[in-house]
């Protein structure tokens, strides 16, 4: 291990959220080791990884991007990149690639860069499940080949050992695919030969940025410096701060077992986990345990069997919001006839639903009685078919009873408060994740491809 | 009539990977997480009435250090489905607020 604690400087929560030049300098200034950031998740659903698109817009990743280049280049250490592109599929990685090295050129930087992929192709997929190699994660059963066969893309996600190989052999910069948060800001810390333990509870408490701190809203980094008994943490912007209480908060979010977190070949036990304020910013944890575990990768797969149109109406008349449920059944009722007597049997299996914004969309619930009327509310229409075109198709046979559909039969029709002509807007395919299995693997390497990009090396097509 | 939005300071929801939904609810102080984190309203039969979750699939974790305890169930239709209608379930604790723990 190097003299003191590994010092790992996390800019942001995400590429793209919005990395402070201030801060990265602070962070270099308080002698950082390396900048680790993840740049995806899945939260934002399946779509990312189906499409292999980003979520962030090209410009917020190449900001970043310049801004961390720029500093680790000037500082001499790595900048480590997970989850690249939001999904970390190989089109998501290749995306970020073309950004770093514009920036490169941009900079007059000669980096060499590692490139991690971990998208797999189905057939390597039907082996090892063949192979008995791939088990389910509640809620899911166990995988066949037909829901394989249904992913646009699958991602095996990343431990640190791909990161670890790639800093050994020399990389100034690692994009890489789809890895877990926490490895892909643990590795550098790993390879230095810090706590296990406290290498990955730091990667965790770390993996938001900011979102560990006081005040989450005024610091868009971290920085994390690991020993060999435990780590400390201090946000990037000097005017904030870390407490005990917020950084032991973070081992909650976005996580189902507070206590627990499962990675490739182990599990973080935080348990007995004591945490220090050290001085007015800065807080120390020490008693986190890595368990070793069989060396497992979760699977990713995301795919579309399903499309949707949508329609968007206004309603102000107090008619309607006297009873808003009612109207919802006595129009939800008339646009399911109005499909089965306009379109029939060719429709298929499909699925409309109404939520009504300003009343009860969010949940779907029943509000209870003497819940007072909303001043109006908004109504999506959702027609869900097996064909972008029949979606479509069901969402203009019921176009008219949507937009006129009475309170009583016997008056005039009301028209409601359409936003957009045309009315109707094709969504596109229902993308799903449709994976929650792990793949058991005997080597951390087996599933992932590392490629270099050395600009040294002469000009980069 | 004690309800669970008295006795807590905070209450968060949010997705933990597309299949679980996590509610993170942190009591005002530890006399009151002691009195009502494990209290039966908090049970899986109130997550079934509320969100449609499978009784047997609901976990429940009290943190005594932070006074809070985090309650995890998984989803009935998986992120992103066709009846989506909260990606993130960032708003699903709002339903939690007014049960009685009487």
Known sequence: ?461 | MVKLKDVCRHVRSKNAGPYWVTFDLFFDGPEKFRDYHDHPALGPDTFQRLYGADPALVRHYPVPSLNMVKISHARISPQGGVVERDMHCGQQFVRLLDVELT
């Open chain 1, 1 to 461: 291990m190097m003299d003191g604690p590994i010092k790992i400087l996390v800019p942001t929560g995400s590429l793209g959220a919005g990395a402070r030049e201030d801060e990265v300098r602070y962070g270099i200034a308080r002698g950082a080791h390396a900048i680790a950031t993840d740049a995806g998740s899945t939260d934002s659903g399946a779509a990312y990884l189906a499409l292999g698109i980003s979520k962030n817009n090209r410009g917020s990743v190449k900001r970043d991007l310049t801004i961390l280049m720029r500093a680790a280049a000037d500082a001499g250490i790595p900048l480590i990149v997970g989850t690249s592109g939001q999904a970390g599929g190989d089109r998501n990685v290749d995306w970020t690639r073309d950004i770093a090295v514009e920036v490169a050129k941009e900079l007059g930087l000669r980096p060499k860069i590692a490139l991690l992929y971990c998208e797999q192709e189905k057939e390597t997929l039907k082996r090892y499940n063949g192979a008995g190699k791939v088990r389910p994660l509640p809620p899911l059963g166990a995988l066949d080949d037909a829901t394989i066969d249904a992913c646009d893309h699958i991602v095996a996600v990343m431990g640190p050992e791909p990161y670890i190989a790639a800093l050994a052999s020399g990389a100034d910069i690692i994009l890489g695919g789809r890895t877990t948060d926490t490895a892909v800001l643990a590795s550098f810390a790993l390879l230095k030969g810090a706590s296990v333990g406290a290498s990955w509870h730091a990667a965790k408490i770390a993996e938001c940025g900011g979102q560990c701190t006081v005040s989450p809203a005024a610091s868009a980094g971290v920085l994390i410096s690991i020993g060999a008994d435990g780590f400390e943490v201090e946000p990037l912007s000097i005017e904030n701060r870390c407490s005990p209480e917020s950084v032991s908060a973070h081992m909650l979010y976005e996580n189902s077992n507070p206590f627990l977190l499962t990675e490739p070949g182990g599990v973080l036990d935080v348990t007995d986990a004591v945490y220090t304020q050290l001085d007015a910013r800065r807080v120390a944890v020490a008693g986190s345990v890595w368990k070793h575990q069989s060396y497992t990768m979760k699977l990713e797969g995301a795919g579309s069997r399903r499309f949707q149109t949508i329609m968007l109406i206004g309603i102000q008349d107090p008619h309607v919001l006297g009873d808003v449920d009612a109207f919802h059944d006595r129009m939800l009722a008339a646009l399911y006839d109005r499909v089965h007597k306009t379109i029939g049997p060719a429709a298929g299996d499909f699925h409309i639903s109404l939520r009504m914004y300003g009343w009860n969309a969010v949940s779907g619930d029943r509000p209870p009685p003497g819940t007072p009327a909303p001043r109006e509310i908004g109504v999506l229409f959702v027609a869900t078919a097996d064909s972008q075109e029949m979606a479509s198709q069901i969402a203009k046979a019921c176009n008219p009873y949507f937009f006129h559909f009475p309170v009583l039969m016997d008056e005039e029709l009301p028209s409601y408060g359409f936003a957009f002509s045309p009315a109707d807007i094709d969504r596109g395919p229902v993308y799903e994740f449709l994976l929650n299995h792990v793949v058991e693997l005997e080597d951390p390497m087996e599933l992932v491809r590392t490629v270099w990009i050395d600009m040294a090396q002469g000009e980069v097509a």
